[in-house]
C-alpha cells in the first residue's frame, strides 16, 4: 500500500517538476535551470535511500526502518511544499505560491513533532442494553499500535502513556495489537517495565496484530513466526498483560458474566491485510463461549467485524491497524483521509444492529514518523444499558 503511493507521489511530483521547468524556467539563467534540475533530482530519488537500507542486514532492522521512516520524512518535507508551490505559482500567484508552501511545510513539522506525541483521549459512551446489569457503566480504556521499536523518545513517551491511562482510572484495559514493530526482543526489560505499571481491577488485555507476528523479518529460519508470537506473547504475560490467542475468556463483575475473544492476526492473511473484506472463519475462538453472552471481541484487523457479528458475537469490537493513515482532515462532523480510499471503515465509532466496532487511530508510528490530524489516540468507552 505505501508503496503504491510512494510510486504514484513520486510520478506526479516528476511530471510537476517537468511543467513547472518548461513553464517557468525557460527565461531563467542556465545557472538557475542547472540548481533547479540538481534540487528537483536529488529530492525525487529521496524514496529510493528507505528501499535501500531496508536491505541491509537483518539485525539492524528496526534502527533501519526508523531511519528510512525520518529519510521519507524529509522527501515529503522537500516535496509536498514544493507541489504547494506549483499549484498557485503556474497561474502567477508568487506571493500565494511561497505562503502555500510555507503552510504545508509547517504543517508537516508540526505533525513530526506536536502531533506525533500529543494524546487525544476520546470519551464514548454505548448504550448496550445486552450488557449485564454488573458491568453497568464499565469503563473501557482502548490504545493501540505502539510500534515501540520506531518510537523516537521511547522511554518518555511510554511513560507518560502509562500514566495517562492510569489517570483515567479504567475498570478494563484493551491494546489492540501492533505492539513491535518487527521483532519480539522490541519488547526488551525496559519497556515491559514500564508497560506493566498500566493497571485496571479487570486487568490489560492485549490482540495480536500483523506487525507482532513477525512476518516483516526476512530471517524467519533464525526466528520463525511462530517462535516470534510465541515470545511476544510470553513477554507480555510477564508483564501481567493477558493475550487471549483466538480464544475466549469469562470476566466477572458484581456477580454477572461477559465474553472476551481475543482475534490474532493470520500470518497467511500478510498479503490481504489493507483488503476491504475478508471471508473468514472464525468460529474457532468462540468455541465453547455461551452463545447468548455479552461479547467484546478484540481484533486488530476492523475488517474481520463482518464476519464477527455474522457469528453472532461482538456486541463490541475493538480494532486498530489503520492509523487514519497519520493523516486526516477534521471538518466539524466530517473527517477526510487518504484511509477512507482504502477502508469502508478506518477510524472510531461503527453501529449495525445494536453491535458496535470502534477503531483505534493508535499512538505510534509506521512508514513516517508523522501525525496530522490523527493524533494518538486513547480511547475511553464507558458502558451503559
Do not use: K
Not at 527565461?27 to 534540487?39: E, G, K, M, T, V
Not at 500567484?93 to 509547517?106: D, E, Q, S
Not at 520463525?224 to 510477564?238: D, F, G, K, S, Y
Not at 473527517?335 to 478506518?346: G, H, K, T
Request: hydrophobic share 45%; charged share 20%; proline share 5%.
Amino acid at each position: 500500500m505505501l508503496l503504491s503511493i510512494v510510486i504514484l507521489l513520486g510520478l506526479g511530483t516528476v511530471a510537476a517538476d517537468f511543467l513547472f521547468y518548461r513553464r517557468r524556467m525557460a527565461d531563467a539563467s542556465p545557472r538557475a535551470r542547472r540548481l533547479f534540475l540538481i534540487a528537483a533530482l536529488t529530492t525525487d530519488l529521496l524514496p529510493v535511500v528507505p528501499m535501500l537500507l531496508l536491505l541491509l542486514p537483518r539485525e539492524h532492522a528496526t534502527l533501519w526502518m526508523a531511519v528510512a521512516m525520518w529519510v521519507f520524512f524529509v522527501y515529503l518535507l522537500t516535496v509536498l511544499p514544493r507541489l504547494a508551490y506549483y499549484l498557485f505559482r503556474l497561474f502567477g500567484l508568487r506571493r500565494t505560491a511561497f505562503a502555500a508552501a510555507a503552510v504545508v511545510a509547517g504543517g508537516l513539522v508540526w505533525g513530526a513533532t506536536y502531533g506525533r506525541t500529543t494524546y487525544d483521549v476520546r470519551e464514548v459512551t454505548l448504550r448496550c442494553p445486552r450488557l449485564p446489569r454488573g458491568f453497568d457503566g464499565l469503563r473501557i480504556v482502548q490504545f493501540s499500535d505502539l510500534h515501540v521499536g520506531t518510537l523516537v523518545r521511547r522511554d518518555a513517551e511510554l511513560r507518560r502513556l502509562t500514566e495517562r491511562i492510569n489517570a483515567l482510572h479504567p475498570d478494563l484495559v484493551v491494546f489492540s495489537g501492533d505492539l513491535v514493530n518487527l521483532h519480539y526482543t522490541e519488547l526488551d526489560s525496559t519497556v515491559m517495565r514500564l508497560l506493566s505499571a498500566i493497571e485496571a481491577p479487570l486487568g490489560v488485555w492485549s490482540n495480536i496484530g500483523n506487525h507482532d507476528t513477525g512476518v516483516y523479518v526476512r530471517d524467519t529460519v533464525a526466528c520463525p513466526v511462530a517462535e516470534n508470537i510465541e515470545r511476544l506473547i510470553a513477554r507480555q504475560e510477564a508483564m501481567g498483560w493477558r493475550v487471549p490467542d483466538n480464544e475466549t475468556v469469562l470476566l466477572r463483575r458484581g456477580g454477572d458474566t461477559i465474553t472476551l475473544t481475543g482475534i490474532s492476526f493470520d500470518p497467511a492473511l500478510r498479503e490481504q491485510r489493507h483488503d476491504r473484506t475478508f471471508d473468514v472463519d472464525l468460529s474457532a475462538a468462540y468455541a465453547g463461549a455461551p452463545s447468548g453472552a455479552f461479547n467484546i471481541t478484540l481484533s486488530h484487523l476492523p475488517q474481520l467485524w463482518e464476519p464477527i457479528t455474522a457469528l453472532g458475537r461482538g456486541d463490541l469490537t475493538l480494532s486498530g491497524h489503520v492509523h487514519a493513515m497519520q493523516m486526516a482532515l477534521n471538518l466539524g462532523c466530517v473527517r477526510i483521509s487518504p484511509a477512507r480510499l482504502l477502508y469502508e471503515r478506518w477510524s472510531g465509532l461503527y453501529e449495525r444492529d445494536g453491535r458496535y466496532l470502534y477503531i483505534n487511530d493508535g499512538i505510534g508510528c509506521v512508514g513516517y514518523p508523522m501525525r496530522l490530524g490523527a493524533w494518538p489516540e486513547i480511547t475511553v468507552i464507558t458502558l451503559v444499558r
